[in-house]
Nanobody
Framework: QVQLVESGGGLVQTGASLRLSCVASGDISGWSMGWFRQAPGKEREFVAAISWALGRTAYADSVKGRFNIARNSAKTTLYLQMDSLEPEDTAVYYC??????????????WGQGAQVTDSS
């Protein structure tokens, strides 16, 4: 069974940077991985994802050019580098993974979430 554990959330000011990490345990070979987020009072939304085989990436329009998704060489740790953070980026960020989905989802395996708050 694949499990995902996020870390790296916190309080930041507008314009700052933050990097989220997600460590996957279990056999994740062939799985696409990504990030979703949920802001207060809003539905969960897709943020970014990366495919297993070719490392193809996809981003939400709202984060394109500011966020970067990457994996370590063993493909067991997923990162989300967030630059130029804005108040609208305040949300709980979830790491996701799935073996059969398209890169934008749906994803069946979710982490517990990491809070990112723009305190400006």
């Amino acid at each position: 069974q694949v499990q995902l554990v996020e870390s790296g959330g916190g309080l930041v000011q507008t314009g700052a940077s933050l990097r989220l990490s997600c460590v996957a345990s279990g056999d994740i070979s062939g799985w696409s991985m990504g990030w979703f987020r949920q802001a207060p009072g809003k539905e969960r939304e897709f943020v970014a994802a990366i495919s297993w085989a070719l490392g193809r990436t996809a981003y939400a329009d709202s984060v394109k050019g500011r966020f970067n998704i990457a994996r370590n060489s063993a493909k067991t740790t997923l990162y989300l580098q967030m630059d130029s953070l804005e108040p609208e980026d305040t949300a709980v960020y979830y790491c996701v993974a799935d073996s059969t989905t398209g890169i934008r989802g749906p994803y069946a395996t979710w982490g517990q979430g990491a809070q990112v708050t723009d305190s400006s």
